[in-house]
């Protein structure tokens, strides 16, 4: 049972331009998270998904910031016109259940990407 | 909301001896759970060990406990005969109703052989 996979491992942007990271949950997951790692930090919660569905986007910068999580395909954090202080390692993990608090989030290895 | 506090930026300890990692957390909710996540140099999250904040009992995972004091909202990891490949940022986190996971700063943990 392959882990959550995501890609690009790392990714390099200039300022301005659009950064799209990809995110495969563990088969048989259907919630994802998406954490965001500032350099020397823990990781900081983002959005919260299910297919189709934004459950939960208190943690999401309120610009230039987007998730989705379609019925087919992976899930996707789109950080349009970024800027250096984007910089950072983003994490997607994913469980299988919904409802109760119940169910470990499993990470991927995280994108890390640098903003020039 | 929930906050989750490491007040131990670095660690060190000798392989195989054992150590013990700070963890407190603050929460109203009734319904939680608590995790240690390790990460090594790779940067990938793993899963150490999780407690129901519900079961009393301690939980342990081969050479990690931990020792979970409700009343005094404290989570600490006691991670036994180290080895060097416990060297890593160990995280504690905690998840409530609204699932996201709320994660401490972190403590480096060096093992020195």
């Known amino acids: 049972n392959a882990g959550v996979m995501q890609n690009p491992r790392h990714l390099v942007r200039r300022r301005g331009q659009e950064a799209r990271l990809r995110c495969s949950p563990m088969k048989g997951h259907s919630h994802v998270y998406w954490y965001r790692q500032l350099p020397e930090e823990g990781l900081k919660f983002m959005v919260y998904l299910q297919k189709e569905n934004i459950i939960d986007e208190s943690g999401m910068p309120k610009e230039r910031f987007s998730a989705e999580f379609p019925k087919e395909g992976p899930s996707i954090l789109r950080i349009q016109q970024v800027v250096r202080g984007d910089s950072a390692a983003y994490f997607c993990?994913?469980?299988?259940?919904?409802?109760?608090?119940?169910?470990?989030?499993?990470f991927g290895p995280g994108t890390r990407l640098t903003v020039l | 909301a929930q906050t989750v506090t490491q007040s131990q930026p670095e660690m060190s300890v000798q392989e195989a001896e054992t150590v013990t990692l700070s963890c407190t957390y603050d929460?109203?909710?009734?319904?939680?759970?608590l995790f240690w996540y390790k990460q090594p140099p790779s940067r990938q999250m793993i899963l150490v060990i999780r407690q129901e904040a519900y079961k009393q009992q301690n939980a342990t995972e081969n050479r990690f406990s931990v020792n979970f004091q409700k009343a005094a909202k404290s989570f600490s990891l006691k991670i036994s005969d180290s080895q060097l490949g416990d060297a890593a940022m160990y995280f504690c986190a905690a998840q409530g109703g609204s699932e996201k996971l709320v994660f401490g700063k972190g403590t480096k943990l060096t093992v020195n052989p």
């Open positions: 929460t109203s909710e009734s319904d939680y759970y």
């Open positions: 993990a994913s469980s299988p259940r919904a409802g109760r608090s119940s169910d470990t989030q499993y």
